[in-house]
Structures are given as structure tokens and as C-alpha cells.
């Protein structure tokens, strides 16, 4: 970064502090290995672990009642050794079911078979530009932060095109164009754990959320809905927040625009609107969304519902929350087929099959990443490292008095801040979870909190890393309107958004879950009692 660069960033001795320090945590992070090495290494080093830590009989009280599945006679977790003859048995016998049995595994493609018809017939694209377009001059910020909370549903979506059109939108109406991608940035990775819809990230953390809770309680079971009511509330909180902030804060200190900032020719800016085609066809797909709404609803919600529980009637631990992920590829495929007919992207079965050939042909590296993921997460639990672990670590809570509500503000801080390094917010979860989970499982608070919890920290400082795997192609397209923008400018303008949503954020969550004691998700508790 040159010196005019980091003096447009910064502009004072305590943002400069900070661009350094952001420098620091990029290169740190350059020397960290790729996400699939460090599970391979994380994996070998559990075995070992376990070896060295047997050796020195390394145990810990269990806590759990007497009788639970899984806890030892005299009530002492021991360290198993997976460097001997047994261990070595086990882990060649179990390492392909390991990773087929995954829980995040099947469900994550299953819903993104559904998802990748909506995106390639094009549902999803017009759907974003008309909520963004029609929208009024007054509304037309929090429509774009709003929109591009919604576009995680459809992975890169929101990156490819939402943002650079969010530019183009503030353009054409006489706003600073950078204060348009910042917004839609806001939305898109900033508000990344908020949306409407559960998407395809939501049944993958609640997969290493479960593997984690059985390392505790083998018979837990946490379904990709484990955060939807949080997350919905979230999104419109975070889309107010990102409005305010873009208004307030970033569009009056980025001022007027000049077009002789711009690296090229900008021209007349242009949007394309929608055609009559897809307008009918969002009209469509809206209409068929609408029937299986209503169609859900009369199988859920009466008492006599089919897709109730067969034996207590509630929707608690029914079919259809242990089925979500069905209905999850239900509406998004057939109302995406439906708008492809429409406007002539899907004219045969070839293409629907074709769409989501696509999107699974896009997740080699997520299987290859799993498949270690996996590998790790089975051996830290038959280790039982995972679970001494745990147990010693929630001794030590107790002992220094953090079992209140406010641990979680050190919990969302701590994910926030490791984010910084590590941006991917499965890999992440998936070393966070085997030790955090069981931990304050035993301190007293449900799995399903302590995920909401760390989706926020994984979500808000997205903005400011250059770790995050898009922060470059954001920077290639804030770079067409400013020629000089360097890296700390990109990080000056988004860090108000970071500060607000981390702050805000986390009073939200302490507000609903402890104030309010709502349900971040349907039936999902607030508090973990071990049976018995």
C-alpha cells in the first residue's frame, strides 16, 4: 500500500494503528495453511495428542448424572489412545463412514440442489433487481442492505452482482457510488448469519453444532432451523443498521463524487431493468411460492397436522423440522423451474438437471474440506479429549464466576476476532465447536445459543479481513470509481459498519435470548440440563 494510500485511509495516528494491525492479521493469516492441510494437521495432531496425553493419565469428573449413555461407572472421563493397536483399528475401519456419516455432509448438497435451480434459472438475480430497482429514492439504502442480506441464500450471488449494481444504482441517482457498494458489502458479508431464508450455510454449522453437543449428550440433535427466528429478526435489525451507518456516517465523509476519480470511462450509468418475460416469471414463481406456503401451513400448523409429531402433536422434533432440509429444496426448485419456463432458461428437464450438475460440480473443495473435517472431529471425540477439554474449561468459568449471560459477550468477541485470520466460517465453527460447545453445554446454555452466538462474530468483522475469500474482488470493483483506493481505504469506510453491528449486534442477541427470553430458533431452548 503506498504512503497517500494509507494517509486516504486512515488520516489519523489511531486509524493508522489500526490498518497496521489489520496489516499484521493479513499477513499472519498468509502463513496460515489451507483450511483442508489445517484439518489434516488438526486430525494428526488429536491422534498424538491422544497418545501423550494418555500416557500421563490425563482425566477429567464427568458431569453428567449416573446412567447417562456414555459416562464411565466411576464417573471419570479418561483420555483414549488412538496411538495403539485398537486406535489404529478404529480409525482405518471408520474413516469412510466418518465422512459419509458426516452430518453436514448430505444436507448442505441437498439444499443446494434446490437453491442452484433458482439461481441459474435466474430466479434470484431478477428477484434482487427488482427489490432493489423498484425501490423508492428513500428507501433505496435499506432496500440494498436488505437485499443483499437475502442474497446469501444463493452463495456468491450477492458478490457478483448485487454489489457492483448497488454501485451503479448510487451512481445514477447523484450518490457516491462507493457508499452503494459499501452498503450492499454491509449486507452481503457483514449480515451474513441474517436472512429470511434457511440457506445452505445454516444445516452445515448445525451439523458441527450436533457433532460437537454429542461429545456431552449423545442423543442431541440440532436441525438447520436451530437459529431462523434470530436470524430473521437479525436481518431486519442489521438492515436498518447498515442503513443508518451508510447515511450517517460513511456517505457524508466519502462527499460529492467526482467522475475524475474514476480509472475508466463510467459513461451514463445504466441499469437494465426488468423485461416483461421476467416480471411474468417472478410473478409466477411468486404464486407457486405462495402454494407451498399454504400447502406447508396446513400441514403444520393445525393440530392434526401429518407433519406434527406422530405421538405428541407438536411441532417440536416433528417431520417437518427434521425434514427441513426437503422443504428447503422444494421451494426454492420448483418455484425456480417455474420462472425458467417462464422466461425460457429451463426449457427441458436437461436443463434443471444441468443446474444442479452445476452447483455440485462447484463443491469439490467443500467435500475434500469435510472429508478432514470430519476425520478430525471423530477423533477428538473418541479421544475424549474434546470432552476433558470441555469439562476443565467450564471448571475454570465457574471458578472465575463467568457462567452469567455476559460470557457471550467475551464469546462473540473472541469468534470476531479470529475471524480476522481465519475467514471461512465453517472451518472456523468446525474447530470452535468440538471445544465451545461442550463447554458451555456444561455451564448450562443450549447448542443452538451458542451458535447464534458465534454466527455474529464470524459475521461482523467479515468487513474489514482481507481473509475473506471475496475482499479482493470487492476491492477490483470499489477500485473502478476511485483509481488510487488502496486496501486501508476499502477498511476505513467499512469498519463504521463493523463497530455498529458488532455493538448492536450482540446487545440484540443478549435483548432477545436473556431479556426477552425468546427462542432463538422453533424449539430451540435457551438452556441444556443434562437428563436424569
Given at each position: 500500500?503506498?504512503?497517500?494510500?494509507?494517509?486516504?485511509?486512515?488520516?489519523?495516528?489511531?486509524?493508522?494503528?489500526?490498518?497496521?494491525?489489520?496489516?499484521?492479521?493479513?499477513?499472519?493469516?498468509?502463513?496460515?495453511?489451507?483450511?483442508?492441510?489445517?484439518?489434516a494437521?488438526f486430525?494428526?495432531?488429536?491422534?498424538?495428542?491422544?497418545?501423550?496425553?494418555?500416557?500421563?493419565?490425563?482425566?477429567?469428573?464427568?458431569?453428567?448424572?449416573?446412567?447417562?449413555?456414555?459416562?464411565?461407572?466411576?464417573?471419570?472421563?479418561r483420555?483414549?489412545?488412538?496411538?495403539?493397536?485398537?486406535?489404529?483399528?478404529?480409525?482405518?475401519?471408520?474413516?469412510?463412514?466418518?465422512?459419509?456419516?458426516?452430518?453436514?455432509?448430505?444436507v448442505?448438497?441437498?439444499?443446494?440442489l434446490?437453491?442452484?435451480?433458482?439461481?441459474?434459472?435466474?430466479?434470484?438475480?431478477?428477484?434482487?433487481?427488482?427489490?432493489?430497482?423498484?425501490?423508492?429514492?428513500?428507501?433505496v439504502?435499506?432496500?440494498?442492505?436488505?437485499?443483499?442480506?437475502?442474497?446469501?441464500t444463493?452463495?456468491?450471488?450477492?458478490?457478483?452482482?448485487?454489489?457492483?449494481?448497488?454501485?451503479?444504482?448510487?451512481?445514477?441517482?447523484?450518490?457516491?457510488?462507493?457508499?452503494?457498494?459499501?452498503?450492499?458489502?454491509?449486507?452481503?458479508?457483514?449480515?451474513y448469519?441474517?436472512?429470511?431464508?434457511?440457506?445452505?450455510?445454516d444445516?452445515?454449522?448445525?451439523?458441527?453444532?450436533?457433532?460437537?453437543?454429542?461429545?456431552?449428550?449423545?442423543?442431541?440433535?440440532v436441525?438447520?432451523?436451530?437459529?431462523?427466528?434470530?436470524?430473521?429478526?437479525?436481518?431486519f435489525?442489521?438492515?436498518?443498521?447498515?442503513?443508518?451507518?451508510?447515511?450517517?456516517?460513511?456517505e457524508p465523509?466519502?462527499?460529492?463524487?467526482?467522475?475524475?476519480?474514476?480509472?475508466?470511462?463510467?459513461?451514463?450509468?445504466?441499469?437494465?431493468?426488468?423485461?416483461?418475460?421476467e416480471?411474468?416469471?417472478?410473478?409466477?414463481?411468486?404464486?407457486?411460492?405462495l402454494?407451498?406456503?399454504?400447502?406447508?401451513a396446513?400441514s403444520?400448523?393445525?393440530?392434526?397436522?401429518?407433519?406434527?409429531?406422530?405421538?405428541?402433536?407438536?411441532?417440536?422434533?416433528?417431520?417437518?423440522?427434521?425434514?427441513?432440509?426437503?422443504?428447503?429444496?422444494?421451494?426454492?426448485?420448483?418455484?425456480?423451474?417455474?420462472?425458467?419456463?417462464?422466461?425460457?432458461?429451463?426449457?427441458?428437464?436437461?436443463?434443471?438437471i444441468n443446474?444442479?450438475?452445476?452447483?455440485?460440480?462447484?463443491?469439490?473443495?467443500?467435500?475434500?474440506?469435510?472429508?478432514f473435517?470430519?476425520?478430525?472431529?471423530?477423533?477428538?471425540?473418541?479421544?475424549?479429549?474434546?470432552?476433558?477439554?470441555?469439562?476443565n474449561?467450564?471448571?475454570?468459568?465457574?471458578?472465575?464466576?463467568?457462567?452469567?449471560?455476559?460470557?457471550?459477550?467475551?464469546?462473540?468477541?473472541?469468534?470476531?476476532?479470529?475471524?480476522?485470520?481465519?475467514?471461512?466460517?465453517?472451518?472456523?465453527?468446525?474447530?470452535?465447536a468440538?471445544?465451545?460447545?461442550?463447554?458451555?453445554?456444561?455451564?448450562?446454555?443450549?447448542?443452538?445459543?451458542?451458535?447464534?452466538?458465534?454466527?455474529?462474530?464470524?459475521s461482523?468483522?467479515?468487513?474489514?479481513?482481507?481473509?475473506?475469500?471475496?475482499?479482493?474482488?470487492?476491492?477490483?470493483?470499489?477500485?473502478?470509481?476511485?483509481?488510487?483506493?488502496?486496501?486501508?481505504?476499502?477498511?476505513?469506510?467499512?469498519l463504521?459498519?463493523?463497530?455498529?453491528?458488532?455493538?448492536?449486534?450482540?446487545?440484540?442477541?443478549?435483548v432477545?435470548?436473556?431479556?426477552?427470553?425468546?427462542?432463538v430458533?422453533?424449539?430451540s431452548?435457551?438452556?441444556?440440563?443434562?437428563?436424569?
Open positions: 500500500m503506498s504512503a497517500s494510500d494509507n494517509k486516504s485511509a486512515v488520516g489519523s495516528g489511531k486509524r493508522g494503528w489500526f490498518t497496521r494491525f489489520l496489516d499484521t492479521v493479513e499477513f499472519l493469516g498468509n502463513l496460515l495453511p489451507h483450511p483442508v492441510t489445517l484439518f494437521c486430525a494428526l495432531a488429536v491422534v498424538l495428542g491422544s497418545g501423550i496425553a494418555a500416557y500421563f493419565d490425563v482425566s477429567a469428573i464427568d458431569p453428567r448424572p449416573e446412567g447417562t449413555a456414555g459416562r464411565a461407572a466411576d464417573g471419570v472421563i483420555v483414549v489412545n488412538l496411538v495403539s493397536v485398537d486406535g489404529l483399528q478404529r480409525i482405518v475401519s471408520n474413516l469412510v463412514t466418518n465422512f459419509t456419516s458426516f452430518p453436514p455432509l448430505g448442505v448438497l441437498v439444499a443446494l434446490g437453491v442452484s435451480i433458482a439461481e441459474h434459472s435466474g430466479l434470484i438475480s431478477a428477484a434482487m433487481r427488482g427489490l432493489v430497482m423498484g425501490a423508492s429514492k428513500r428507501m439504502t435499506v432496500t440494498i442492505v436488505f437485499a443483499g442480506i437475502i442474497s446469501n444463493a452463495s456468491e450471488l450477492g458478490y457478483v452482482v448485487l454489489i457492483p449494481m448497488a454501485a451503479v444504482i448510487f451512481h445514477s441517482l447523484g450518490r457516491h457510488p462507493l457508499a452503494g457498494l459499501a452498503a450492499a458489502f454491509a449486507g452481503v458479508s457483514g449480515g448469519s441474517a436472512n429470511l431464508f434457511i440457506g445452505t450455510v444445516p452445515l454449522l448445525a451439523g458441527f453444532t450436533q457433532s460437537a453437543a454429542n461429545l456431552i449428550d449423545p442423543n442431541y440433535t436441525g438447520p432451523e436451530a437459529n431462523w427466528f434470530f436470524m430473521i429478526v437479525s436481518t435489525f442489521i438492515a436498518g443498521l447498515g442503513a443508518f451507518v451508510t447515511e450517517k456516517i460513511v465523509k466519502l462527499g460529492k463524487y467526482d467522475v475524475s476519480e474514476a480509472a475508466i470511462d463510467l459513461g451514463k450509468p445504466e441499469l437494465e431493468k426488468l423485461s416483461t418475460e416480471k411474468r416469471g417472478l410473478k409466477a414463481a411468486g404464486l407457486a411460492f402454494a407451498l406456503g399454504i400447502l406447508l396446513i403444520v400448523v393445525p393440530e392434526w397436522g401429518p407433519l406434527r409429531h406422530p405421538e405428541t402433536g407438536l411441532v417440536a422434533g416433528s417431520p417437518f423440522l427434521k425434514g427441513i432440509v426437503v422443504f428447503i429444496f422444494i421451494t426454492f426448485a420448483i418455484p425456480g423451474y417455474i420462472y425458467g419456463r417462464c422466461v425460457g432458461t429451463m426449457k427441458t428437464d436437461r436443463d434443471v443446474a444442479m450438475a452445476k452447483s455440485i460440480s462447484s463443491m469439490g473443495l467443500y467435500i475434500v474440506l469435510v472429508f473435517a470430519a476425520q478430525f472431529v471423530a477423533f477428538f471425540g473418541w479421544s475424549n479429549l474434546g470432552s476433558i477439554l470441555a469439562v474449561g467450564a471448571t475454570l468459568l465457574q471458578d472465575i464466576g463467568l457462567t452469567g449471560p455476559g460470557l457471550f459477550f467475551f464469546f462473540i468477541g473472541m469468534c470476531a476476532l479470529v475471524n480476522l485470520s481465519l475467514g471461512s466460517a465453517s472451518a472456523q465453527w468446525a474447530i470452535f468440538p471445544i465451545f460447545v461442550p463447554m458451555l453445554m456444561i455451564v448450562g446454555y443450549s447448542p443452538e445459543v451458542i451458535q447464534a452466538a458465534y454466527r455474529i462474530g464470524d461482523v468483522t467479515n468487513l474489514i479481513t482481507p481473509m475473506m475469500s471475496y475482499f479482493g474482488l470487492i476491492l477490483a470493483v470499489a477500485s473502478r470509481y476511485k483509481k488510487d483506493l488502496g486496501i486501508g481505504t476499502l477498511i476505513a469506510t467499512m463504521p459498519y463493523t463497530l455498529v453491528f458488532f455493538v448492536g449486534w450482540t446487545l440484540l442477541f443478549y432477545w435470548v436473556f431479556v426477552l427470553q425468546l427462542p430458533g422453533p424449539g431452548p435457551t438452556y441444556y440440563q443434562f437428563a436424569g
